[in-house]
C-alpha cells in the first residue's frame, strides 16, 4: 500500500512517526507532506486550528482533534526518525498528562493514551546524543527522577517542552542543574494568582544560578501593568522573559515587541519606565542608538 502522511508541524510529528513505522512493517510505502501523491490511505495530523481546511484525508488527528488516538498497536511504535530529515534527536513522552486544567491550555481537552510512566528506552534511539522529553508537566510523574537519572547514565543532551517552575523543590533543581540542556530550559508564569509560587521556585532555583526563558502568557487575564510586573520580578531573578500574547492585540501586541527587541535591558532595573520612553522613542544613553545622539552632540558643541 501507498500511505500519505500531511501535517502542519514545522519540525516533527510523533503520532505521524508512529504511523510510519508501523506501516513500514507492514512493507508500505510511506511519503511525508506530498499531497499529490497518490496514495491508497492519506493520515493528516493538525497542530494549528487555521490550517485544518488545508488538509484532505481520510483519517485527521493532532492537537485540532483531541477525541482522536493512536490504535494501542501503533501507540507502541517507535518513532520513524527517517520520516523528518532535520531531526537528529530522540523524541517522546515519559508522562503524559498534565493535571492542571489550566482554562487557556488544550493539553486539557487531549485523550490521553494511558497515565503511566514510560522509560525512554521506548522510543530512544542509541544513535542520538540528544533527546527531546515532550511531557505536559515532567514534576507532576511521580517517577520524574526515574528519568532524569536514565537520561544522566546515557549522557543525553536535553530538549524539553517546558518545566514547572510551580512545583519546583531544592531536589528538582539539583536536578536541573546536573543535566546537560540544548540552549535555556523553559518555564511558565501563566497567572498572577500563582505569583507565591513562582517566586519560591524562583527561589530554589536561584543558588543553582539555573538560567531559563520564562513564558509570560499575556493578554489573557491581565493588564499590561501585571505583564511587566511579572517580567520585572524574572528579571530581577535573571530569567529572561518571553511574552506570549493570547490575543496580539493592543497594548499586550506592544509590550511583546518591547520585551521581544530587548531595550529592557538597558533598564533592568526599572522595565516599565523602559516600555514608557520605547513607546516615545526614547533611546537609553547606553544603546548603540543613545551614544551616537550623545557623540553627535558633542561633535555639534565642538567637544571632538
Request: aromatic share 14%.
Amino acid at each position: 500500500m501507498k500511505i500519505s502522511l500531511l501535517t502542519d508541524a514545522p519540525d516533527h510529528n510523533l503520532a505521524l512517526m508512529k504511523l510510519s513505522t508501523w506501516h513500514k512493517k507492514k512493507g508500505d510505502t510511506v511519503i511525508l507532506n506530498q499531497p499529490l501523491f497518490p496514495a491508497d490511505k492519506t493520515y493528516a495530523s493538525i497542530l494549528f486550528s487555521w490550517s485544518k481546511g488545508n488538509f484532505h484525508a481520510d483519517e485527521y488527528g493532532g492537537i485540532q482533534y483531541p477525541d482522536v488516538i493512536l490504535p494501542k498497536e501503533v501507540e507502541l511504535m517507535k518513532p520513524d526518525y527517517d520520516l523528518f530529515e532535520k531531526v537528529n534527536y530522540s523524541l517522546g513522552y515519559t508522562f503524559r498528562p498534565c493535571y492542571r486544567r489550566c482554562e487557556f491550555c488544550l493539553v486539557k481537552t487531549l485523550k490521553h493514551p494511558d497515565k503511566r510512566h514510560h522509560s525512554i528506552w521506548e522510543f530512544h534511539d542509541r544513535k542520538f546524543k540528544k533527546i527531546c522529553i515532550m511531557n505536559n508537566n515532567w514534576f507532576l510523574d511521580p517517577l520524574w527522577k526515574d528519568t532524569f537519572e536514565e537520561i544522566w547514565k546515557e549522557k543525553l543532551t536535553v530538549k524539553e517542552h517546558g518545566l514547572d517552575l510551580r512545583l519546583m523543590d531544592e531536589e528538582k533543581a539539583e536536578a536541573i542543574k546536573k543535566t546537560k540542556w540544548d540552549g535555556r530550559i523553559h518555564f511558565a508564569w501563566d497567572r498572577m494568582r500563582d505569583e507565591v509560587l513562582i517566586k519560591k521556585g524562583l527561589e530554589f532555583i536561584k543558588p543553582f544560578k539555573i538560567a531559563s526563558r520564562c513564558y509570560v502568557l499575556s493578554g489573557y487575564d491581565t493588564t499590561w501593568e501585571q505583564d511587566l510586573y511579572r517580567c520585572q520580578i524574572l528579571i530581577d531573578y535573571d530569567q529572561v522573559p518571553y511574552i506570549m500574547p493570547f490575543k496580539d492585540l493592543g497594548m499586550t501586541k506592544q509590550v511583546k515587541n518591547y520585551i521581544n527587541s530587548l531595550d529592557w535591558w538597558h533598564y533592568k532595573d526599572d522595565i516599565k519606565k523602559g516600555f514608557v520612553d520605547w513607546q516615545k522613542g526614547i533611546k537609553h544613553e547606553n544603546s548603540k542608538e543613545g551614544k551616537q545622539k550623545k557623540e553627535n552632540e558633542s561633535e555639534q558643541l565642538g567637544l571632538f
